[in-house]
């Protein structure tokens, strides 16, 4: 489109010259002609006609200059008038597209107004017809998914891996809870396809909305700003890679607690490096400054864009300009907090149990014999989904779950491997002697005798196994 553009603009200063030529031309001819007139009129009995021939002579080839030139400028108007056309077709299929873009987006806010828990509003201006930021949420088992992103580049092609990446992450997350392991999925698939070599930063969460505990992964993306109170902060966040740099990239999750009336800002770096006249930046220090606790979602991003439009004072904008915001508005979460961990199913990476552990019974002041006690039972559980869940050679994720509650503690694993129900095998028979016993069933055994209940169930493809111990 850039180039018919420019082709356009240069058959219109084309045919503007032409027309000037033909209008002095024109000019010329008339006074040719009054100057012929006047020869004649005076000079009737003149015995020189070379006067009269000169005079006949210009006329003439002034005649057919200026027709050359009304045949050129008719053909450079019939050109004008075909880009023309071609040229609004393409602003029509663009607007066609922005419109499809925009509506792949949630718009209808407030998005779930039968809903007390949560508060949010989100907002994406593009700088072109079509833009490459995107933004999606929805709520899930009564946890608000959401994310936001950015890719690399302008136009369509941005537009066109934007697409892909809302759909990717609808997609996987559909069938995931972990952030980290919604990103990884993610990540494959883009690297496997990135023939055009763009890439994509990227935020993904999961936001408990009955207990307001916050998981999260970043890839690459600008840290977002937790807002409480009257304070604001960024999260901390570790970087990571974008999405569609590395295939094999192992991402980290993190989380925490967020408290009722607290929210995360969420946006892109169109936001920090919109330029005024001058080409100062927005920057994140003015951000913070317009950040402030108590406000509805949409107050605090309507106020950010007015503060940005203040600033730029009608600048061009150079780069998408995007904004979500989410407050955490449940009075009463359920009792209960959460922790999470992620391991490969890597048999080197069984002794981070010992502190996800020790963490977890930290604040619940269990004596030293039971901490020890819920390790074993954890590490068996593990180290049977590591072993033996995903074929030799192959990758994969154990998700550890931890729920503590008043009376008790809740241990959830999760694995995408095959479909293996440990709870099924016999009870081993310890009254025997080592070489009586057959081999395998020891380690269920023991979670059986430290857990004071277990569970699996299969479920979209996962092994789900619940262990819980009385406290």
Do not use: W
């Amino acid at each position: 489109m850039k180039n018919d553009t420019n082709i356009l603009k240069r058959l219109t200063r084309s045919l503007r010259v032409r027309m000037s030529l033909i209008i002095v031309v024109v000019t010329a001819l008339l006074l040719e002609g009054v100057g012929l007139v006047q020869y004649l009129y005076l000079k009737k009995e003149s015995s020189d006609p070379a006067a009269l021939n000169i005079f006949v002579i210009l006329l003439i080839v002034g005649f057919l200059l200026a027709i050359l030139l009304v045949v050129r400028a008719l053909r450079n108007m019939k050109r004008l008038g075909a880009l023309s056309a071609s040229n609004q077709k393409m602003e029509n299929e663009l607007h066609i597209a922005s419109e499809i873009q925009m509506s792949m987006l949630p718009k209808l806010f407030p998005p779930y107004p039968e809903r007390s828990d949560v508060d949010m509003y989100a907002s994406m201006i593009p700088a072109k017809e079509v833009g490459g930021d995107l933004y999606d949420f929805y709520v899930r088992d009564n946890k608000f998914f959401f994310c936001i992103g950015d890719v690399s580049g302008k136009g369509v092609p941005a537009s066109l891996v934007m697409a892909v990446t809302r759909s990717l992450f609808r997609t996987v997350s559909m069938h995931e809870k972990s952030p980290q392991r919604i990103v990884t999925v993610m990540n494959e698939s883009m690297s496997d396809m990135n023939e055009s070599d763009m890439f994509v930063t990227f935020f993904a969460a999961v936001l408990d909305l009955c207990s307001g505990h916050l998981r999260y992964c970043n890839a690459g993306h600008n840290v977002p700003f937790l807002i409480t109170g009257e304070s604001t902060r960024s999260l901390d966040a570790v970087p990571n890679i974008p999405l569609g740099v590395e295939q094999d990239y192992q991402y980290v999750e993190q989380e925490t607690d967020i408290a009722c009336g607290e929210g995360i800002f969420l946006y892109t770096d169109g936001l920090t490096e919109a330029e005024n006249t001058n080409l100062d930046l927005f920057g994140e220090k003015r951000l913070f400054s317009h950040l402030k606790g108590g406000l509805s979602a949409r107050k605090q991003v309507e106020s950010v864009i007015s503060a940005v439009e203040g600033f730029t004072g009608g600048a061009s904008r150079s780069d998408d300009l995007t904004m979500l915001y989410i407050r955490y508005m449940n009075e009463s979460p359920l009792e209960g907090s959460e922790r999470h961990l992620i391991l490969h199913n890597d048999i080197q990476q069984i002794p981070q149990l010992a502190g996800f552990v020790e963490e977890i019974t930290e604040s619940i002041h269990l004596d030293q014999q039971t901490v020890m006690s819920l390790n074993l039972a954890l590490e068996e559980a593990v180290s049977n989904v590591i072993l033996y869940a995903y074929p030799k050679g192959s990758s994969g994720i154990v998700d550890i779950e931890a729920i503590v509650r008043k009376d008790k503690v809740d241990f959830i694993i999760t694995d995408n491997g095959v479909p293996f129900d440990p709870t099924n095998a016999p009870d081993v028979d310890i009254t025997l002697g080592v070489e009586e016993r057959q081999i395998g069933g020891l380690g269920i055994y023991l979670v059986r005798t430290i857990m004071d209940s277990v569970s699996y169930k299969r479920e979209e493809g996962k092994n789900i196994l619940s262990m819980t111990k009385n406290i």
